[in-house]
T-cell receptor, first 115, second 113 residues
Framework: ETGVTQTPRHLVMGMTNKKSLKCEQHLGHNAMYWYKQSAKKPLELMFVYSLEERVENNSVPSRFSPECPNSSHLFLHLHTLQPEDSALYLC??????????????FGEGSWLTVV | QKEVEQDPGPLSVPEGAIVSLNCTYSNSAFQYFMWYRQYSRKGPELLMYTYSSGNKEDGRFTAQVDKSSKYISLFIRDSQPSDSATYLCAMTRISNSGYALNFGKGTSLLVTP
């Protein structure tokens, strides 16, 4: 079992649907992240949670809504997405968000296609 | 100017070659440098990390940091077809305020048998 698991691995949704991506980390880390990876672009940080508190929100549209109920679980709720939101969504965790503890470990990603 | 620059490639080399992958950066505050490997349709996997200038070796991989030139490299010796992947550099400041990683776009590597 990998340290960071994501479900579903693949998701196809219409623009009017509501769906959620789920992430669970088994590493005992205190920080969790959502990244977006699109072709030909660097990884884009979307959200950071440290000890279940959101500490960074990089101007992400409100159609993406994160939730962190505890330090092991992270969700990304999706609502009325656009075709340009199709991408690989990566969850990651790190020991902490501060100091030297922010080496991050990624999950396998959730491939999202918006039709 | 982007904070982290990385040539996307693709870079194609024959099996057994020495591979050199590079990134440049503009922020002199970066102190912590990482390399990730990403296979097709998989998440990035941490390969190596280093805090200081100089070389760090792990098996066939060597990470090199030159802070004076703002330049980092990853060398792969005796490259294998299984090394074919995209390699991402990442870097950040170390601070009690907390800073997220800055990633390059990734270099696509193909090692041919």
């Amino acid at each position: 079992e990998t340290g960071v698991t994501q479900t579903p691995r693949h998701l196809v949704m219409g623009m009017t649907n509501k769906k959620s991506l789920k992430c669970e980390q088994h590493l005992g880390h205190n920080a969790m992240y959502w990244y977006k990876q699109s072709a030909k672009k660097p990884l884009e940080l979307m959200f950071v949670y440290s000890l279940e508190e959101r500490v960074e929100n990089n101007s992400v549209p409100s159609r993406f809504s994160p939730e962190c109920p505890n330090s092991s679980h992270l969700f990304l709720h999706l609502h009325t997405l656009q075709p340009e939101d199709s991408a690989l969504y990566l969850c990651a965790s790190s020991q902490s968000f501060k100091g030297t503890g922010n080496t991050i470990y990624f999950g396998e990603g959730s491939w999202l296609t918006v039709v | 100017q982007k904070e982290v620059e990385q040539d996307p490639g693709p870079l194609s080399v024959p099996e057994g070659a020495i591979v050199s992958l590079n990134c440049t950066y503009s922020n002199s505050a970066f102190q912590y440098f990482m390399w990730y490997r990403q296979y097709s349709r998989k998440g990035p996997e941490l390969l190596m990390y280093t805090y200081s200038s100089g070389n760090k070796e792990d098996g066939r991989f060597t990470a090199q940091v030159d802070k004076s030139s703002k330049y980092i490299s990853l060398f792969i010796r005796d490259s294998q077809p299984s090394d074919s992947a995209t390699y991402l550099c990442a870097m950040t400041r170390i601070s009690n305020s907390g800073y997220a990683l800055n990633f390059g776009k990734g270099t696509s590597l193909l090692v041919t048998p």
